[in-house]
């Protein structure tokens, strides 16, 4: 469409609201233009080379892909890793917002490096809301500079996403540490090559916690421990994945490992929740990546890809034929807005970091749908980019078929589509005081009526359907009033985002012009009460274990 990197600081300058403390264009600008230039030079090539290689698992440690350990030192060197850590800390204090814009260029290079990056600015975030004196003094300045890495630890073989069935223990040592004994699963960059130390941010239960959620507290275990001995974290092994191969993914094993406190005894999930938060930010602005990556390579080739015509004269570009217009054109929505939903996210999110309260609860509010919307959007595109380039989208040759196999994960990890669907309608919408903020939500992006309206009603009905019902509309929900903010957000774009305005105006409308009449499919589908029904018909008891 445009240069992403110019795209972007436009956007962010016209177009997203929210935060009062960004820098100004021009520095935006020029940081993005710098990220560009770094992902074009030093990150594109390495992708295929790290989903060729992938990682190995030699003597207990896992080796990375040729070349990306020192891809790493060039970013840590160059600032990238601390861009929203405070400048006490070495950091660039930089507004999330602009971390997100700065992810979107890196990850349309490469997904799969940019997932330590976002490791290491989830576990910042956390440490500066509930990390010790101590503890932010030691690892702030080492996460910034990227000497150090961090991970997020919570699923275990019997506890993915059910939270509340988690086995791992922690025993008080009585001078401030703890040990910790268990085994945790899927865990990105849970070992490798290329920082000194890594800092695992563990769920745990204490001796006589209840069950449940509640009984979970936070704590920090490093690999290695401050002289540089091992800690009791070894590696089981390394999964072999369908995408993402150049970052590895671990399951790890504790054995009695030193382990610090992180926040309040008994609330590790809501402690830990400023690192999921931004974890969940950091999926939507890889799906707006890949969104992004596999629309420009869809746009490139129609244009050079000569098909069809009149048979007396030269063939013309696949531009020219309906069907890949149509495609083109879905592409390019779901990718702006994808980018959209996470820049915008992000912004509240600053301001909610800053005061903010009903900035925050809107923040909360969008997130799932950016997550999911986003993730979405970025596995849909590569599967279009594959349909236009045809038999070239299949092979390796080109790129569309790893952007595929890289961002199926987007919508599964840091919670489910579903579940980010029932936090939604649940935890948000439905919740105390939730209606006041939908609506605040959606005065702000201002959707046309034919979207809001829907949305608000259905809030209403549901807030009065059966508890099973509403389960059922989660999903439908979460989809319907993403049609409302998508076409808010386009048309905010359309208006604001000269000299683009024309463009978005032009996607706004096609968005438009199909939106009502999926919002009227979804409105019906949280208004069904049959699933249960005809699930039972179509799998008889006996055919399924209990």
């Not at 009502?516 to 949280?526: G, R």
């Amino acid at each position: 469409m445009t240069d992403p990197a110019a795209t972007l600081a436009l956007l962010l300058d016209q177009v997203i609201d929210g935060a009062t403390a960004r820098p100004d264009a021009e520095t935006t600008a020029a940081i993005l233009e710098e990220a560009r230039s770094f992902a074009e030079a030093r990150l594109a090539p390495l992708a295929s080379v790290a989903d060729r290689e992938g990682c190995r698992l030699e003597d207990g440690r896992v080796r990375t892909a040729p070349g990306h350990a020192a891809a790493w030192a060039e970013f840590a060197g160059a600032g990238w890793a601390g861009l929203t850590a405070a400048e006490d800390a070495g950091g660039q204090g930089l507004p999330l917002a602009l971390a997100t814009a700065v992810q979107e260029v890196f990850d349309a290079a490469n997904p799969g490096f940019g997932m330590l990056a976002l490791n290491a600015r989830c576990a910042i975030r956390l440490l500066e809301r509930h990390g010790d004196p101590g503890m932010r003094e030691t690892w702030l300045p080492a996460l910034a500079a990227g000497r150090w890495g961090a991970t997020i630890c919570i699923s275990e073989a019997q506890a993915g996403s059910d939270v509340g069935r988690i086995r791992t223990r922690a025993v008080d040592q009585g001078d401030g540490t703890w040990r910790l004994s268990g085994e945790k699963c899927w865990i990105s960059y849970g070992h490798h090559d290329l920082v000194e130390r890594i800092g695992h941010f563990v769920l745990a239960r204490m001796p006589g916690a209840p069950a449940g959620t509640r009984g979970l507290s936070l704590f920090l275990v490093p690999d290695r421990l401050e002289g540089g001995g091992r800690n009791g974290v070894e590696v089981l092994r390394i999964e072999e994945k369908l995408g993402l191969h150049g970052s590895p993914t671990c399951s790890l094993a504790f054995e009695e490992a030193r382990a610090w406190p992180v926040g309040p005894a008994g609330r590790g999930l809501p402690t830990l929740f400023a690192m999921i938060q931004a974890m969940r930010l950091g999926v939507a602005a890889q799906g707006a990546a890949v969104a992004q990556a596999a629309a420009a390579l869809a746009e490139t080739y129609a244009r050079e890809r000569f098909q069809g015509g009149d048979p007396a004269l030269p063939p013309v570009p696949i531009t020219r034929h309906a069907e890949t217009r149509r495609l083109l054109l879905d592409m390019r929505v779901r990718a702006e807005g994808a980018r959209l939903l996470a820049l915008q996210a992000a912004s509240w999110l600053d301001a909610g970091d800053a005061g903010d309260a009903e900035a925050a609860a809107r923040a909360a509010m969008l997130l799932p749908l950016a997550k999911s919307l986003g993730a979405e959007a970025g596995f849909a595109n590569a599967d279009a980019a594959i349909q236009v380039l045809g038999g070239a989208g299949y092979v390796r040759e080109w790129p569309a078929e790893r952007l595929l196999r890289d961002s199926r994960v987007f919508s599964i990890y840091e919670g489910t589509t579903a579940i980010q669907a029932q936090d939604l309608l649940h935890r948000r919408v439905l919740a105390e005081g939730g209606l006041f903020v939908l609506r605040d939500l959606l005065a702000r992006l201002e959707p046309s009526a034919t979207l809001s309206s829907p949305v608000l009603e259905m809030a209403a009905a549901l807030a009065e359907a059966p508890a099973r019902r509403r389960e059922a509309a989660a999903l439908p929900f979460l989809r319907l009033l993403g049609l409302a903010c998508l076409d808010g957000l386009l048309h905010r774009a359309g208006r604001r985002a000269a000299p683009l305005a024309g463009r978005y105006q032009a996607l706004a409308g096609f968005h438009a012009a199909m939106a009502p009449e999926q919002a009227t499919l979804l409105a019906a589908q949280c208004r069904r009460d049959d699933l249960d029904a005809a699930f039972d018909l179509a799998f008889p008891e006996a055919e399924l274990p209990p």
